[in-house]
């Protein structure tokens, strides 16, 4: 009995022998433990196991390295009858600061690694010093550094980068009292220099200065993490970094006590106009429109004055929205007026002064645009462009008198042979419309359509007008009405229903046009159409032939 438990303690201790002799040793290398700052080197950790891939705690060196994500490997093999098996770490790595540093032991199951002591250098050799500077450079200028309370300067910001980042970002430029925006997006080029490709990004920014004094503008900031990596290493590592433009002192003056008007400092303004059409005469009813142009040079777009011009009440003004942009350095502002005399006589459109502070010459300035008087005349509907064409032979026709005297000519003349080829005409024509019966058909309803078209009332024309939207032919067939129906119980409400159409078309809001609006001037206008259809009838029936008892 005693025999038997021998054996079986010997077996244990053979046993427990065998697995601590082949218990999982870790061990952590690195390519060089001499190196420079930022300069990459490789730490590889290996385990003869195989083990959990994320059992590898990497925080050790957060305090005096960066790191980059680890290359894992793993696998088992079977060589004579040995099984072996093994887990790598590889890890690119690079020191922050010159100095003696550790890297410390690292626990993986239940081994441990080995501390290893790291000599950091400002540069280990040539090649490490060309590699801890990174290729980035990054420059700020600025158009001037004299400039007056609300205005603006351009700061342009220009990098250059030859390396691989990874979230790369610039931070805008800073001061006291000072309004920083951006200006259009960023403008990209790669280039090659000394056999080296790098790519150059551009950004502008506009800088308003909002009080008096000298204010620092702290210079723009690149920030980002640099991807360093030698060639076979398993992993990369992205390394922070930054680099700021150099600062630059602005010298803001106030102000100046003796100005008059609004307060617009700038290098250049223009202003320009344009009328259309350019005519010295026009008719009541006739519209022309008035395009004015303001351009400041390096001015934000809130900073743009309020064009407010006072027309005679003699016209009616239809505002358009304005319309805002940029062109290189200059912002602008177009406004477009329809101005709608109402009735004859002259008038004089306003002119448009502004007071501006020419920075470049410090001193008050004046841009002026003329106003121009104009020739009313009276309204004839006939000859307005918007009209039909047949409107003049219509109002002829009204003004025809009602006694003509009759001529008798005795002397025929040539007119017997006249008739007689007529006579001859008129045959071939009926030969020819009896094989073109068809197509002359088709020709006399269009022509009959384009007639009754051209017959059109005020009435009819007005809504029709609306019914296409548009307003300024709309005015004109009301104009027309108008002249013909002064005293009309309806007049007023029909001109206040015609202006609301005309305001809501070209006010600042154009998508908010109401349609209760267009429908109540479509009832008023249908109205007037029957009424004055049975008006028609009425003397219609009373011209009728009396046919004698």
């Known amino acids: 009995m005693a025999t038997h438990w021998l054996k079986w303690l010997f077996l244990g201790w053979l046993l427990s022998f065998s697995m601590s002799s082949y218990a999982a040793q870790a061990v952590a290398t690195v390519s060089k433990n001499i190196v420079g700052v930022n300069e990459v080197f490789q730490l590889t950790i290996s385990v003869d196991d195989n083990v959990n891939t994320n059992a590898l705690d990497l925080s050790v060196l957060d305090d005096d390295f960066n790191y980059g994500s680890p290359s894992v490997s793993s696998g088992t093999s079977f060589v004579n009858g040995v099984v072996t098996r093994q887990t790598e770490w590889k890890i690119a790595v690079a020191a922050k600061e010159i100095g003696e540093f550790t890297i410390p032991s690292f626990r993986v199951g239940a081994s441990q690694t080995d501390p290893i002591t790291m000599t950091v250098m400002k540069s280990a050799n040539k090649t490490a010093t060309s590699s801890s500077k990174p290729e980035i450079r990054i420059d700020a200028e600025s158009n001037k550094d004299h400039l007056y309370v609300g205005e603006s300067i351009r700061y342009t910001v220009r990098i250059r980068i030859g390396e691989q980042m990874s979230q790369a970002a610039l931070q805008a430029p800073s001061g006291d009292g000072l309004n920083v925006k951006q200006l259009g997006e960023d403008r990209q080029v790669e280039t090659v220099?000394?056999?080296?490709?790098?790519?150059i990004i551009t950004r502008d920014y506009q800088i308003t200065a909002n009080k008096a004094g000298d204010i620092l503008l702290r210079g723009a900031k690149f920030t980002g993490n640099l991807i360093k990596g030698n060639r076979g290493f398993g992993s990369t590592l992205q390394i922070p970094f930054e680099q700021q433009a150099d600062d630059l002192t602005l010298s803001v003056q106030a102000k100046p006590a003796d100005y008059?008007?609004?307060w617009l400092p700038t290098e250049a303004l223009e202003l320009e106009q344009q009328w259309q059409p350019d005519v010295k005469e026009i008719k009541v009813g006739e519209p022309v429109s008035r395009t004015i142009t303001l351009r400041i040079k390096n001015a934000e777009q809130s900073s743009?004055?309020?064009?407010?011009?006072?027309?005679p009440d003699s016209v009616r003004v239809y505002d358009e929205t304005p319309i805002y942009g940029s062109d290189n350095d200059f912002t602008f502002m177009t406004i477009k007026q329809v101005i709608i005399p109402r009735q004859a006589g002259e008038i004089t459109l306003p002119a448009l002064s502004i007071n501006w502070w020419n920075t470049a010459s410090s001193r008050q300035e004046t841009s002026n645009i003329d106003g121009l008087t104009l020739t009313v005349l009276p309204g004839d509907p006939s000859t307005q462009a918007y009209l039909p064409p047949q409107a003049l032979q219509l109002d002829n026709?009204?003004?025809?008198?009602?006694?003509?005297?009759?001529e008798i000519i005795h002397d025929r003349g040539w007119w017997p042979w006249l008739s007689l080829c007529l006579g001859l005409l008129w045959v071939a024509t009926v030969l020819?419309?009896?094989t073109e019966k068809n197509k002359s058909k088709q020709r006399t309803q269009k022509s009959d359509s384009k007639y009754h078209e051209s017959l059109l009332t005020p009435v009819d024309g007005m809504i029709k007008s609306l019914e296409q939207n548009q307003p300024v032919q709309l005015q004109s067939y009301f104009h027309q009405w108008s002249r013909q129906n002064p005293n009309h119980p309806r007049f007023k409400e029909l001109d206040t229903a015609i202006q609301n159409i005309m305001k809501s078309h070209y006010s600042k809001n154009k998508h908010q046009v109401s349609e209760q609006i267009q429908r109540k001037t479509l009832e008023i206008m249908q109205d007037l159409n029957k009424n004055t259809v049975n008006i028609v009838k009425n003397k219609s029936s009373a011209l009728e032939p009396i046919t004698p008892d």
Do not use: D
């Open 193 to 199: 220099l000394n056999g080296r490709r790098y790519l």
């Open 260 to 262: 008059q008007g609004l």
């Open 304 to 311: 743009l004055p309020n064009l407010n011009l006072q027309y």
């Open 397 to 406: 026709a009204e003004q025809v008198p009602g006694n003509v005297q009759t």
């Open 432 to 434: 020819l419309w009896l």
